[in-house]
């Protein structure tokens, strides 16, 4: 069983830099992808970027590509979204995922969930 905490949403300006942060309990934390997946109002739960489980291949999403960073930090069981350069269509609610798995290649199948931290960019 693995529980995920996101924090780090808020209201920013276009242009603006934000940070989310994913907590996730559990021993065996290392041995799960992560992905960040975000879901805007009224549209359907879009892949924004993955990290394999020991942090050596990451994955994004062809509209963030440049823009955000996925990291993890095994010991202290995190995982982090660096967004940069935010655009209005960056706005929604990021979901912080976890899937145990060996062959993760992003996308939006996983086996844990996060509640949701909410993001704004204003224009």
């Known amino acids: 069983q693995v529980q995920l905490v996101e924090s780090g949403g808020g209201l920013v300006q276009t242009g603006g830099s934000l940070r989310l942060s994913c907590a996730a309990s559990?021993?065996?934390?290392?041995?799960?992808?992560m992905g960040w997946i975000r879901q805007a109002h009224g549209k359907e739960r879009e892949f924004v970027a993955g990290?394999?489980?020991?942090?050596?291949?990451?994955y994004y999403a062809d509209s963030v590509k440049g823009r955000f960073t996925i990291s993890r930090g095994n010991a202290k069981n995190t995982v982090y979204l660096q967004m940069n350069s935010l655009k209005p269509e960056d706005t929604a609610v990021y979901y912080c995922a976890a899937k145990y798995t060996s062959y993760y290649t992003g996308g939006r199948d996983y086996d844990y969930w996060g509640q949701g931290t909410e993001v704004t960019v204003s224009s």
């Open positions: 990290v394999s489980w020991n942090g050596l291949r990451t």
């Open positions: 559990g021993r065996t934390f290392s041995s799960y992808a």
